[in-house]
């Protein structure tokens, strides 16, 4: 491996970026392409001390011609909102937002006309433009996928992952909870749960913390007789979710009988969270969580506000972190960092779990984790419906957090033919509960082109033209 490139290999690597024929599948050459030029800085970086300082070939084009963004596309495929955000160096960028919203697609084009022309290499200053016209959870969805695919882009441009380009690598392998893939549990007598428990720990994805549903979260609720003094008011949305009100005892108690149980079937080896609502009110979250002191929970998610409730009251919190040796967490719903601010700065919670593709994007959600870990505030962020793209943007963040990082939430793919299209990724994915950090460029992944075109929709079909 020779640990200098001379001026001439720039020119004929500058010519095969501009000659790539953009109706080829092209993105499994460009990948050796840009493995081949990151082989080019790992090289110089091993090399002798008096080495001088290389640029990849692609950089090095990026810097002295520019790179223009010449379209973003959409499209929707199993029900997840796909972006593609093509660019005039014949290399393209991809990112997803959560599953089940395939209503997003208008919002995304929405930002089409911010974007073209602009260098994609320059996220932040296009994250200027378009970060203002987001808001709250499912509302910042579309800039946070098309901040993945900003970054997937500056990466491959610079031939480098992209934790590189987000401060480097605090560790080789990211762990993960698990909230995604499901145990089946065969009724709701504590011996059930124990049983559970049990089960899990057979995972071959050697999990080391799970969530699980309680309070006013999926359904939890209504599989409780008598759970609220509020169960005759109708729910916030079409689906049966969304209630909040006052718990009964007997409500409080059959949760803390389940949690007992799951932690006898769990063990100490296994952390358990529990997502609670939102809709509990303060004196409820209170009692909850200090009488479920004993069973060493990893967090209590979401008691008071969170899903997607547009707001977050900060005070509320404080009060309830203050009165429990429990961790709390929110945040799922957040967008931007300002909006963590206030929780941050007033230590409402022990643990804040942003969505990359909710709050903004992976450099936001880093920018957060940073400052919450300024305030001992602990980062586990959401991520459950994300998807193959949003894993591997979860994992280059994950890489780069700072040491108050304890985990994200799995995203198993809604259908399964997803790992057929998408490559990159490490096989197994998870291993110990922890997934390997790749040194692909970019975000790490690509869709195999010929395989993924049969989930486009008709009106879809040119996505990947
Ligand atoms: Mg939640």
Redesign the pocket.
Known sequence: MKNQTNKSDFSEKKNNLKNIDKNQPKRRSFMKQCLAATAGVVAASTGAMATPRLISPSFEEVVKSGIKITDLKCAIMGGSAVIRIVTDAGIDGFGQAESYKPYLKPYVLFYKDYILGEDPTDVARILLKIRRMGSFKPWGAAVSAIEFALWDLAGKAAGVPVYKLLGGKIRDHVRCYNGAIRVQRNGTEPKDYIEWGQNFRKLEQGFTIVKQAVGF?GHYDSSVPNFTYNNTTPSASPKGRGRRGPLTEQGLNVIVERVAAMKEGLGDGIGLAL?CGPGMLLSDAIRLANVLEPFNLMWC??MLT??YTPYVMADDYVELTRSTTTPIHTG?QLYLRENCRELIEKHAVRILGPDPADVGGIAELKWIAEYADLHSIQIAP?GIFNGLIGLAAQVQVGAAMPENYIAFEYPAPTQKWWYEIIEGLPDPIVKGGLVAVSDNPGLGVEFIVEEAKQYLAEEDKNFFD
């Open positions: 979260h997502d998610e979401d969170g899903d799922e959401h």
